[in-house]
DNA sequence: AATGAATGAGAATTCATTCAT
DNA sequence: AATGAATGAATTCTCATTCAT
């Protein structure tokens, strides 16, 4: 049953082990970007990390340990971003103000965290990785649903909760494919993806 | 640079070396499917396909020779598919039906391949198969492109193969999304993906 | 006890076999000299031949076989060449013409047996290939030795024998480093060749 | 081009990780004399060095660089050997003496260190490592090459190297030749050898 | 805590050789 | 005889993880 936990071995106490575990898990985050989490290699991240792997496995049991903590670590953040994203507030403005407001926020995010856009993204390709991913997607599902909540309360719990997936589903790829597309284009795709998810809001308005 | 060939080490000449390529891509697509393409083995692949290791090396030089042939075999296929769904004719119906068949044909191309659809959305995850991944988009979203030029005859170019881009993304990770749901929600999630593409469409016509 | 057999496995009867038989030698010389005998594939070796590598286990059970065979096939025109140079008469010129003419003899066997010469000298690396190539190399001793015989009557056996092992090799160690060198350098090395050799000789002929 | 470096993947820092360096590498000599280089078995090299395989990869990145390893340790005794050999006092002696000296300073390397006069006699016949074996020839080569310059003045560069490549070429021949013979022939052999070398460069000192 | 050596199961791939057609 | 598919033991090498210092 006790399948093997992906709980860090132990919080660092001193200020040495916090810059420690830091730069493990911006090495890890920059080498699974660059590799995909399966060719990774741990003594590659410790290597970028400049520690030794040893280190390495004092704080983390095992490689999956490492992409839960870069994830946790991003969750985190996430989750307050959306928070500020998704008040009472915003969410009486016009939809289109609101997907303005969610597209910046979440642009920004991934600029200033090169590398996990990409984790995340792919991460369901390896099973191994899905359920660690489907955490932060179900998070974000989460907070979604509850604004649709706050902004549309006639919609029943089954249609919010669709929205909802269909609405971050919708996001995540077109976010990966503005990531990936050629610094020119990717103004472009954002204001498609403008379009395409405040006319999606919209229609649940019209809906509810 | 010249990164090792994914062709095919030879084309079997007898009917029995036919049988065990065929034989070999299935079982290849049913592992790459379960397992991701990094978890799976080449031994795995060999035993479900009940050939031995060396058998499976005759035909091919390496493990991204396999996901190579299997992408091949599902190219034409799905070339031959979107060809049948883009006629010129076809294009002259109202968005809705346009939208309706592609997603049942999709649809039923995803349920007639077991497993090929999750090698499909996923293998960009590996930057090794981002390549391979790539061609299918490639080749996809040029055939949506071309439906466009037919349907859409004032848009520019760019804004075409934006169009399509922008189309062919939102399609793949909705079916997604259905594939990964439940069966009771599936319905509903390919529902969502119709009324949003046909949004989109209908967007581009009054745009262009 | 009975280590497979190097035999070949059976005398081509038809002319067809014949030529097979001959085009395969022929390859693996050419194969083995390229790539060592270890690093030689015998698939390597049968497409070189233009032959399946069914047809080449037809004549040979091995790849060993394949070598003694190449190896068997030269030791004839080997003891043939060596039969006329140490013919009785010869054997009454001057040291420094018999050596001349046994020079130019092995020179003119090299040149018109491209590949064989390396695989002659350095057989003996790969212990399994020692027996092979010592075969050839006792051959030749032996024919000089009997060449000793007559030139030298009254070197006691143990003497006669020992200068023609020891002729031999600096014949085979100078002949290797003359082709591998230079075309330039190759004349000059020859020409040292023969001074030593004759000055072996005569001093042989001075303490016999 | 850039083929796989041969250099060792990492020095040992701890007293242990010499050690095991030292013990993969006696063994490995061992393995190579009994096996040849490309019969050997990194995992047969391991387990005579009462070592894991992956410790023995720890240290080299493959079998080449073990060699180059083996070769290297001989490399720089086999250098102080000939330093000590052809200091310009001993290049005054008579060439008897000289070639005694040289003589009795090789056997004693070769007896000391068991195994490795024949790798270096041999391995020039593995395409592979007829690179690796060629740095310790030309190094030998350059040594005898100076003692010719200080002790034959009027000889030309050309000919000094001519005269050195020949020597050395014999000397391997001569002394494998001994190696491989019997104990009782073997000091027979070593005392043509002297005969022939000291014949051989006394006539250079003639022809100079 | 840190370091880096040690471990060994396991993965990809090769290749001599046999077999079915 | 010829062909080329089939076989699988054997080999090289990797990498997550543990251990000794």
Redesign the pocket.
């Known amino acids: 049953m006790a399948s093997p936990s992906t709980d860090m071995r ?1 919080q ?3 200020a ?2 916090q810059r ?1 575990v830091e730069a493990i898990l911006r090495a890890a985050t920059a080498v699974f970007d660059a590799q995909g989490f399966e ?5 590659a991240i410790a290597r970028r990390a400049r ?5 390495l ?2 704080f983390f ?3 999956e340990a490492i992409l839960q903590a870069v994830v946790n670590r991003h969750r985190e953040e996430l989750n307050a971003l959306f928070a500020s994203l998704l008040t009472a507030d915003n969410l009486r403005q016009p939809t289109a103000v609101i997907v303005e407001r969610v597209l910046s926020g979440a642009a920004a995010f991934i600029a200033g965290h090169a590398g996990f856009g990409r984790i995340f993204w792919h991460s369901s390709a390896s099973p191994r990785l899905a359920a660690i991913a489907a955490q932060l997607d179900d998070e974000i599902v989460a907070r979604v649903e509850a604004g649709f909540a706050v902004r549309y309360p006639r919609l029943s719990r089954p249609r919010r909760r669709l929205h909802a997936t269909v609405s971050v589903a919708m996001l995540k790829a077109l976010l990966a494919l503005a990531d990936a597309a050629s610094r020119a284009n990717r103004p472009r795709i954002m204001a498609e993806t403008q379009t395409i998810l405040a006319q999606y809001l919209d229609q649940i308005d019209r809906s509810a």
Chains 1, 2, 3, 4 share one sequence.
């Open positions: 132990r660092p106490r001193h040495r082990g420690r060719a990774a290699t741990t003594n520690a030794s792997i040893g280190s496995y004092q049991p095992n490689k």
